[in-house]
């Protein structure tokens, strides 16, 4: 790795004030996933939870030190303030300065973790190839052992891609757009083959070194997903409930038949890794991913329903085992006849109601057909998805909560995975009652609608759709004005407000 970067006359506080700002759009608001303590002449850590969040009005997350490599780009998407054809002020970080940055802002506790991004500088495998650069300085030379999150570019070589799973914690392929038209109309100089095909292979490798250190295949879930019969994982649990000592080819067949359940095309060619990876990766002895693979799709740029969105999520979860998909609502930057206009503000309400759906997905057991459809095909803004589906489902309420299993209680909006779990321990020891519930964090302004305790409501109100949506739109119309303000007033808050440029 030997390639040279042509630089521009910027300082490293000029730079970073650019790419930094370029990088916002990047969402990466999540936690490690990874578990790995301090080391001696190592410096950081990246526990499970390691990862704390600040977080901007618009709703971003700010915590890791979260630029681009570079916003010099070969491609010219649509939708991309980077584009090849904006006027935009360039800069290119070096490996050396991104390392130096890391380490320092490290030191002085302004972060946790990296989050490197970049445009395409030249071509693909020129970019990842100083990306894999970078890290290698990072965990080599500068000892980090701290979390890392990596933005891989489709189209890069199988040895770069490799490299980085073995370098960062976790590893992204952004899909972009949910459809193949969408792609085409707006990043023509993608395709889903190329972006398909790396999530398919990391996908496949992190498996094969899960297996390889006697874990499951499968990436952790919820703990509670294991009642859960008709969740998007269900398969997976069922797998690994039935027998522990199954061979690890036999594993991996069903691996492969888990797959069946997504539309979207990859290819599983990528078991030896390790063999494809630099020398340097076999001194490390490090974990290919282990915080597993995530992706980003945007949202408004182009004009897929929410069901469409979701069916997408929905697919990317069961068929390359993602441990999260991000929703980015789409800013209008640039002036193009298929994009918003300019001004328009960004859909963050939709944003955030697709955010409560991936959650309903991963932790509630719900099928995204369960809540939308052909039908209906976009998800009411004004109340969240989980009160919507019951509230076109009255035939499954009131629950009893002293008799309904985990998996009913979990569809009662109000009600909780942690809530659920404390109302069916609590049942085996004695009664419940209305103020016991709102102690185990039962939101009971949404869930009294929809529950009874010891055959009681607690108010006496009709179950009937059109009076409980007008009680839950009057108590959550604080929150939604919130949410409008925020679109009003657009704003992100940068390092500067840190006081670190």
């Given at each position: 790795?030997?390639?040279?970067?042509?630089?521009?006359?910027?300082?490293?506080?000029?730079?970073?004030?650019?790419?930094?700002?370029?990088?916002?759009?990047?969402?990466?608001?999540?936690?490690?996933?990874?578990?790995?303590?301090?080391?001696?002449?190592?410096?950081?850590?990246?526990?499970?939870?390691?990862?704390?969040?600040?977080?901007?009005?618009?709703?971003?997350?700010?915590?890791?030190?979260?630029?681009?490599?570079?916003?010099?780009?070969?491609?010219d998407c649509k939708y991309c303030i980077n584009r090849r054809s904006n006027d935009v002020k360039r800069?290119?970080?070096?490996?050396?300065?991104?390392?130096?940055?890391?380490?320092?802002?490290?030191?002085?506790?302004?972060?946790?973790?990296?989050?490197?991004?970049?445009?395409?500088?030249?071509?693909?495998?020129?970019?990842?190839?100083?990306?894999?650069?970078?890290?290698?300085?990072?965990?080599?030379?500068?000892?980090?052992?701290?979390?890392?999150?990596?933005?891989?570019?489709?189209?890069?070589?199988?040895?770069?891609?490799?490299?980085?799973?073995?370098?960062?914690?976790?590893?992204?392929?952004?899909?972009?757009?949910?459809?193949?038209?969408?792609?085409?109309?707006?990043?023509?100089?993608?395709?889903?083959?190329?972006?398909?095909?790396?999530?398919?292979?990391?996908?496949?490798?992190?498996?094969?070194?899960?297996?390889?250190?006697?874990?499951?295949?499968?990436?952790?879930?919820?703990?509670?997903?294991?009642?859960?019969?008709?969740?998007?994982?269900?398969?997976?649990?069922?797998?690994?409930?039935?027998?522990?000592?199954?061979?690890?080819?036999?594993?991996?067949?069903?691996?492969?038949?888990?797959?069946?359940?997504?539309?979207?095309?990859?290819?599983?060619?990528?078991?030896?890794?390790?063999?494809?990876?630099?020398?340097?990766?076999?001194?490390?002895?490090?974990?290919?991913?282990?915080?597993?693979?995530?992706?980003?799709?945007?949202?408004?740029?182009?004009?897929?329903?929410?069901?469409?969105?979701?069916?997408?999520?929905?697919?990317?979860?069961?068929?390359?085992?993602?441990?999260?998909?991000?929703?980015?609502?789409?800013?209008?930057?640039?002036?193009?006849?298929?994009?918003?206009?300019?001004?328009?503000?960004?859909?963050?309400?939709?944003?955030?109601?697709?955010?409560?759906?991936?959650?309903?997905?991963?932790?509630?057991?719900?099928?995204?057909?369960?809540?939308?459809?052909?039908?209906?095909?976009?998800?009411?803004?004004?109340?969240?998805?989980?009160?919507?589906?019951?509230?076109?489902?009255?035939?499954?309420?009131?629950?009893?909560?002293?008799?309904?299993?985990?998996?009913?209680?979990?569809?009662?909006?109000?009600?909780?995975?942690?809530?659920?779990?404390?109302?069916?321990?609590?049942?085996?020891?004695?009664?419940?009652?209305?103020?016991?519930?709102?102690?185990?964090?039962?939101?009971?302004?949404?869930?009294?609608?929809?529950?009874?305790?010891?055959?009681?409501?607690?108010?006496?109100?009709?179950?009937?759709?059109?009076?409980?949506?007008?009680?839950?739109?009057?108590?959550?119309?604080?929150?939604?004005?919130?949410?409008?303000?925020?679109?009003?007033?657009?704003?992100?808050?940068?390092?500067?407000?840190?006081?670190?440029?």
């Amino acid at each position: 790795m030997n390639t040279e970067i042509r630089n521009s006359n910027y300082t490293t506080q000029e730079k970073l004030q650019i790419l930094a700002d370029a990088a916002k759009y990047d969402v990466a608001c999540t936690s490690s996933g990874s578990s790995r303590r301090g080391k001696k002449g190592e410096l950081g850590n990246a526990e499970a939870c390691g990862i704390c969040h600040s977080f901007a009005a618009d709703g971003r997350c700010i915590s890791l030190l979260k630029i681009l490599m570079t916003n010099h780009c070969a491609y010219d998407c649509k939708y991309c303030i980077n584009r090849r054809s904006n006027d935009v002020k360039r800069a290119t970080f070096t490996p050396e300065e991104i390392c130096d940055l890391t380490v320092e802002f490290y030191k002085r506790n302004y972060i946790e973790g990296l989050f490197l991004s970049s445009g395409i500088l030249r071509n693909p495998t020129y970019t990842m190839e100083k990306m894999c650069e970078t890290l290698l300085l990072l965990r080599t030379k500068y000892h980090f052992n701290g979390y890392i999150h990596i933005k891989t570019i489709p189209g890069a070589s199988d040895e770069l891609l490799a490299a980085a799973g073995y370098l960062a914690d976790r590893i992204s392929v952004n899909l972009e757009l949910p459809t193949e038209e969408g792609l085409h109309t707006l990043a023509p100089n993608k395709t889903m083959q190329n972006i398909l095909n790396p999530m398919g292979k990391v996908q496949s490798t992190i498996a094969s070194h899960r297996m390889a250190i006697g874990k499951s295949a499968y990436m952790e879930r919820s703990g509670g997903n294991k009642f859960l019969n008709a969740g998007i994982f269900s398969e997976c649990l069922n797998v690994q409930k039935k027998d522990k000592a199954i061979s690890q080819n036999s594993q991996m067949n069903r691996l492969e038949s888990y797959k069946k359940y997504t539309s979207l095309d990859h290819a599983l060619t990528w078991e030896n890794a390790n063999q494809l990876a630099p020398r340097d990766m076999s001194r490390l002895k490090r974990s290919f991913a282990p915080a597993g693979q995530s992706t980003q799709m945007i949202i408004g740029a182009t004009g897929e329903s929410d069901y469409t969105l979701l069916q997408t999520t929905q697919a990317l979860y069961q068929g390359f085992d993602l441990k999260r998909v991000f929703y980015s609502a789409y800013i209008p930057l640039n002036e193009d006849n298929v994009l918003p206009e300019i001004g328009t503000p960004p859909p963050l309400l939709r944003e955030h109601r697709l955010y409560q759906a991936d959650w309903l997905l991963r932790f509630y057991g719900f099928q995204a057909g369960e809540l939308l459809s052909s039908e209906q095909p976009n998800f009411n803004e004004m109340i969240d998805p989980k009160c919507d589906w019951a509230l076109r489902h009255l035939e499954q309420f009131p629950v009893e909560v002293e008799k309904a299993s985990y998996a009913t209680l979990l569809r009662v909006p109000g009600i909780g995975p942690k809530s659920a779990s404390r109302i069916t321990y609590a049942r085996r020891y004695g009664r419940l009652d209305y103020a016991s519930l709102k102690k185990m964090g039962v939101v009971l302004k949404r869930a009294h609608y929809f529950i009874t305790c010891g055959g009681k409501q607690m108010y006496h109100t009709p179950i009937e759709a059109s009076y409980i949506t007008r009680q839950l739109i009057s108590v959550d119309k604080k929150d939604l004005w919130n949410t409008q303000h925020a679109n009003e007033s657009f704003t992100q808050m940068t390092l500067t407000d840190f006081g670190v440029c």
